[in-house]
């Protein structure tokens, strides 16, 4: 029962987003409980308690740490879908600020400062977040960051993770300005 659950999961994501879930289905073939819980962690973020640009902008920049390709092409699928603008998601994507508009700069900002562990920079924009949106906002953009980083760490691990590829933004490519991955 389970197994046929996520199997129908696994086969709506591929075909709504035209997404290669390979990876996936090798761990429902050998762990389904560990899919189970795969998917109930990434499913973390409450979507309402944060302007959608916020959360696009921090999981694309979640995403762009560990990824260069399919997990980053359905991430900004998934922000277009939810209504963010795609002249904002190309700005993200290009790291320009100004182009992505005052939301989306701002989670933007604090999500890289988080993955390279500036506090100076990210503690002020950690207040800055809370001032505007609350504090559910602070978690559900910290949760987007963490969550959007999940998929992709998964994929490459597994030996999924083979190829770089275009972003494409309403049927345009974009520039990608990828987030250095942090030194060990």
Do not use: N
């Not at 390279?116 to 559910?136: F, H, S």
């Not at 994929?155 to 974009?174: I, T």
Request: charged share 20%.
């Amino acid at each position: 029962m389970l197994r046929t659950f996520l199997k129908a999961g696994i086969d709506k994501l591929e075909k709504t987003w035209g997404y290669d879930a390979s990876y996936m289905r090798y761990v429902l073939k050998h762990s389904p409980r560990s899919l189970l819980r795969f998917v109930i962690a990434t499913g973390m973020p409450d979507r309402r308690a944060a302007p959608k640009e916020a959360l696009a902008a921090a999981g694309i920049v979640g995403v762009l740490a560990e990824d260069c390709g399919p997990c980053v092409q359905i991430s900004v699928d998934m922000a277009a879908a939810s209504g963010v603008d795609p002249a904002v998601l190309r700005a993200i994507l290009a790291g320009d600020e100004a182009g992505m508009g005052e939301t989306a700069a701002l989670a933007w900002r604090f999500a890289r400062a988080s993955l390279a562990r500036d506090m100076e920079t990210a503690d002020p924009l950690r207040d800055e977040i809370v001032r505007r949106w609350g504090e559910a906002a602070l978690v559900a953009i910290g949760m987007a960051l963490t969550t959007a980083r999940l998929y992709p760490t998964l994929k490459y691990a597994l030996g999924y993770g083979k190829a770089c590829s275009r972003v494409v933004v309403a049927g345009e490519p974009a520039p990608v300005v990828h987030v250095p991955a942090l030194a060990a």
